[in-house]
């Protein structure tokens, strides 16, 4: 018989309160690591034109210094991959840390336009050990019921410090003060160093390297005393059993091919949607609408706060309605969004018109995005990996997005030199269009489902669309997968 208002009921409800707020506190100090993230996106935006003025760079170099950080995060992904394998989630986050503080100091005493370049892969390197490392801990930290929004809680923080970095944009441009805009960065970087080492290690890393007690004691950490503590380490247990990881299962196991292969296509999806030419660009396509330089740099910060909200729609939302049907409606209204902004751009409407209508469609278009894929491939691609290949499965997919994110940001301006101003917007309209049909046949819905039960369908030769279905319950399909 339950008795709804008794003691032991309340006591339990206090419970699971604490031990949710526990592990999202930690899952929220991992999550800082986005905001350094979200600030290295947003500063160059502004500091540009600035550095453009003071070392007289060609429109290569342009391209070049703000792409060079994208190189530098594909290079440092890979790297992460390693270490968080052989020294730890925790280890590794402190590495990027350490990282961010020298690269956004280097930014700022740069003398040179290679020095600055330089300095740019260095903090590309700290972004790429962070975005690798964040969401993949955060995944293993948390519980099904909230793993979601605790992975999306990073998506937040980037777009905190992208809002944060444009404010920042706008004020400093009024003493012309690039170096300070590029340098804001260490002062969170120093708090999220000191912050990460007060963090557990990760239950399922720990497992994997054979510290069973460890990971116990972790799991307590994270859960509080709760019966299903010992379930959940008897199933990380279960998917560890087995030898063999990275890229040894990627070669011999085509189900662990399949779920890489899905995480790439995933981030290929968020960067080509170009929503990085709106975070990168953001003033210059302010410019084409006809807005002066601190109206636009201002106009980038209303972009910034859209971003933001928009994003703690997608927390309120990813474990309600999940994670295919927001995805689906987020690149829906991105490509509708840039088919009317290439129209205005290309001068169909009159001058007054046309600045309010490409602030409403741009805005649009940001908002399109942080409610659905800005959080949800980070969700998505820390889901659907096996546990022994997801280091490697996520260092494949986060790869993928610094490429996808490096062409994004080095051809942009080439692209309006080529396609105009229309035919570039139109042409991201048209991958959006194609993204949903890519989503609607591959993608499959995961929320509140266990990591151990996705992947018993994954590697049960469930259609990867299918594969959240009944994680914990009927047999799979062994029909062939797609």
Same mark, same amino acid.
């Given at each position: ?13 206090h ?12 899952? +929220?100090?991992?999550? =800082? #690591?986005?905001?350094?993230? /979200? %600030?290295?996106? @947003? $500063? ?5 034109? !600035?550095i453009a ?52 100091m ?7 336009? +290679?020095?600055?370049? =330089? #300095?740019?892969?260095?903090? /590309? %390197?700290?972004? @790429? $050990? ?5 969401? !993949? ?19 937040l ?21 690039w ?26 890393w720990?497992?994997?390297? /054979? ?10 950490? !994270? ?15 279960a998917?560890?059993r ?30 080509f ?22 109206? /636009?740099?201002?106009g ?14 997608a ?52 908002a ?40 994004v ?32 046949l ?41």
């Amino acid at each position: 018989m339950h008795v709804y208002g008794s003691a032991a009921s309340s006591g339990t409800g206090h419970l699971k309160q604490s031990v949710a707020g526990r592990a999202g506190l930690v899952a +929220g100090l991992a999550a =800082v #690591a986005g905001l350094m993230f /979200g %600030l290295d996106i @947003g $500063v160059i935006s502004g500091a540009l034109g !600035l550095i453009a003025q003071e070392f007289s760079t060609t429109q290569i170099q342009e391209e070049w210094i703000v792409a060079a950080m994208m190189l530098g995060a594909a290079l440092g992904v890979p790297v992460a991959s390693r270490l968080s394998f052989v020294w730890g989630r925790k280890r590794t986050l402190i590495i990027g840390a350490s990282l961010f503080i020298c690269g956004s100091m280097s930014c700022a005493l740069a003398g040179s336009v +290679g020095v600055l370049i =330089v #300095a740019r892969i260095v903090l /590309g %390197l700290a972004v @790429g $050990v962070s975005t690798f490392t964040a969401p !993949l801990y955060i995944a293993e930290v948390s519980d099904p019921a909230h793993r979601g929004a605790m992975i999306s809680v990073y998506q937040l923080m980037v777009t905190i410090g992208i809002l944060a970095a444009f404010v920042s944009n706008a004020l400093f441009s009024y003493f012309d003060a690039w170096r300070w805009m590029l340098g804001v960065v260490a002062f969170p970087a120093v708090v999220f160093l000191i912050g990460v080492l007060f963090l557990p290690h990760s239950p399922r890393w720990l497992v994997l390297r /054979g510290k069973r007690d460890a990971a116990r004691r972790a799991l307590l950490e !994270l859960r509080g005393p709760v019966r299903g503590v010992a379930d959940e380490l008897n199933e990380i247990d279960a998917q560890c059993r087995d030898g063999g990881n990275g890229f040894a299962l990627f070669r011999a196991d085509r189900n662990v091919r399949r779920a890489v292969f899905l995480g790439v296509m995933l981030q290929c999806i968020q960067q080509f949607s170009g929503v990085n030419v709106v975070m990168y660009y953001a003033p210059r396509i302010f410019g084409l609408a006809g807005f002066p330089e601190h109206a /636009g740099l201002w106009g980038t910060a209303s972009a910034g706060a859209v971003n933001v909200l928009a994003t703690f729609l997608a927390i309120w939302l990813v474990d309600r309605w999940g994670r295919r049907p927001i995805l689906i409606c987020g690149l829906v209204v991105m490509s509708l969004s840039l088919t009317v902004l290439g129209g205005i751009l290309g001068g169909g409407a009159q001058y007054g018109v046309r600045q309010v209508a490409a602030v409403g469609v741009l805005l649009s278009f940001v908002a399109g995005f942080a409610f659905s894929a800005g959080p949800l491939v980070w969700v998505l691609c820390s889901e659907i990996q096996p546990l022994r290949s997801r280091d490697f499965g996520i260092a494949c997919s986060t790869v993928t997005n610094w490429i996808a994110n490096m062409i994004v940001g080095a051809s942009f301006l080439s692209l309006l030199d080529h396609l105009g101003r229309a035919g570039t917007f139109w042409m991201y309209a048209a991958l959006n269009a194609l993204f949903v049909v890519l989503v609607i046949l591959f993608v499959p819905e995961t929320k509140g489902l266990t990591l151990e039960g996705i992947e018993r369908n994954l590697m049960s030769g469930v259609r990867l669309r299918m594969i959240g279905r009944g994680a914990t319950g009927p047999a799979p399909d062994h029909r062939a997968a797609s």
